[in-house]
């Protein structure tokens, strides 16, 4: 199982896209749960460091 | 009985519509979803439009039915999704591919028949990917701010059961015993978000499998390590609780890092701390 995200994926990640992903992981009910406050930007971080 | 079994891999508003379509002329009075998440999900969803109507965008949260539900058994046949034991219906939108939780608790399974007989015949990668994905439910319910002694009790018994079995069932796909305790973590995990929901590792994966397509116990599995990273200054404590629960050798002076590195592969995981 892959444990990168450009793995998973295949190809690289353009940045539109992490921004798109970040957009859209924000809007996710499950996200306002964490424990650790997730800003559109945290999940920008979080998929920079998963790349 | 009448059957339908048209249902894909992460359900849609369309494939709900679709078998509220067939079951309606049916005159349907009791449900029995049987196999994976998306099987289950996709009946619990079609439970919602056959008898309160609209579309399941109109019960996106929690609570939005208002009128009685039909009875529902659920029989899992892989261990992971622990749909089994929850009122929530996970459904992506037909036109954003975006996941919506729709929960309410009339929507909550009256049975849950837990036969890991069903869960045997499983490919070897359904079975990590949704291994995986049980891992993750009991590991972020454990930690979410909703988290509480009820929810974390069954987040840890569920843990317990999926970290011990896990390999086994990977290299021995055939340990009745062994898929017997995943299919009974699966269940208590799935019992936990019941209490305290998920966090950011679902948040973060829901987006990969509507953009790229990857599979959702995949995707969980590559951002958990990660979210655990983030959210280790909060919650490291409760992290090395689950490293303590697995009964996984720590040494002491990594304990207060939390857990930092999560690798899965095809043939093995493992977690270390440093």
Known sequence: ?51 | MSVFDSVPENPTTADVDRCVAFAKPESIDLIIGLGGGSSMDCAKGANFLLTNGGRMQDYRGIGKATLPMLPMIAVPTTSGTGSEAQSFAVIADAETHMKMACGDPKAACRIALLDPELTVSMPRSVTAATGIDAMTHAIESYVTKKRNTISQMLARQAWSLLAESFAIVLESPANIEARGRMQLGAFLAGAAIENSMLGAAHAAANPLTAMFGTTHGAAVGLMMPHVIRWNRERVADSYFELALTAGWILRTRLATKGLRFWQLDSRSYSISLG
């Open chain 1, 1 to 51: 199982m892959k444990t990168q995200l450009k793995q998973s994926v295949d190809r690289s990640i353009r940045d539109d896209e992490i921004r798109q992903l970040a957009a859209e992981a924000s809007l996710q009910w499950t996200g306002t749960f964490n424990p650790a406050p997730m800003t559109p930007a945290c999940f920008e971080q979080l998929y920079r460091n998963a790349i």
